[in-house]
């Protein structure tokens, strides 16, 4: 168990409405990535908060957006879905946003959305 | 973006063996690289990490091997047991950068 925390762990949802995933990280870590896992391709990675404000972002779609709240959980919001938006959603905690080299990177247990 | 990939998407060995995944990157300023392990229904757990001033590291019964002549990189498990049955990823980052670029990964299959 990383201590990142995922909810909800699954969500089926049609094309065009809106969702919102949400993740707490481990106790302690200021920072929070969200990644996209598509069937057919590796960890994409999305999007990174450190402390409230936005870091840096990934390939994250105008349609996607993030935030991260003062008690630190994040919430990622997925609007006008469509089919390819099915995927797994991984975030990611670590203790200060450094580079991976020095701030290891834990990962939740994602969430599966299904967009039928 | 960068260009991370595997060579092979499965893999199965028998327990007790040894296995090599390997991977290859396409960027030479890539630095820092990290194998993850992901198990059905989780997510990914670091395994072990090598940084480009390394050729080899070994943790407790993995070693991984990096060759910058060629980019490219693998991740030796000993003894495979078959709470090693994962998928297998490596990632490339820059020692100073944020982001991580992931490879596809290889599915490790263990067969008793």
């Known amino acids: 168990d990383s201590g990142v925390t995922q909810t909800p762990k699954h969500l089926i949802t049609a094309t065009g409405q809106r969702v919102t995933l949400r993740c707490s990280p481990r106790?302690?870590?200021?920072?929070v990535y969200w990644y996209q896992q598509s069937l057919d391709q590796g960890l994409q990675f999305l999007i990174h908060y450190y402390n409230g404000e936005e870091r840096a972002k990934g390939n994250i779609l105008e349609r996607f957006s993030a935030q991260q709240f003062p008690d630190l959980h994040s919430e990622l919001n997925l609007s006008s879905l469509e089919l390819g938006d099915s995927a797994l959603y991984f975030c990611?905690?670590?203790?200060?946003?450094?580079?991976?080299?020095?701030?290891?990177?834990?990962f939740g247990p994602g969430t599966r959305l299904t967009v039928l | 973006g960068e260009s991370v990939g595997l060579h092979l998407p499965t893999l199965s060995v028998q327990e007790g063996d040894n296995s090599i995944i390997n991977c290859a990157y396409s960027?030479?300023?890539?630095?820092?690289f990290i194998w993850y392990k992901q198990e059905s229904g989780k997510g990914p757990q670091f395994i072990i990490d090598?940084?480009?001033?390394?050729d080899k590291r070994q943790g407790q019964r993995v070693t991984v091997l990096l060759n910058k002549t060629v980019k490219h990189l693998s991740l030796q498990i000993a003894a495979t047991q078959p709470g090693d049955s994962a998928v297998y990823f490596c990632a490339e980052s820059r020692f100073t950068g944020n982001q991580f670029y992931f490879g596809t990964g290889t599915s490790l299959t263990v067969i008793p």
């Open positions: 960027n030479s300023a890539s630095d820092y």
């Open positions: 106790s302690g870590d200021l920072s």
């Open positions: 990611a905690s670590s203790a200060r946003g450094g580079p991976p080299s020095t701030d290891t990177q834990y």
């Open positions: 090598i940084r480009s001033n390394m």
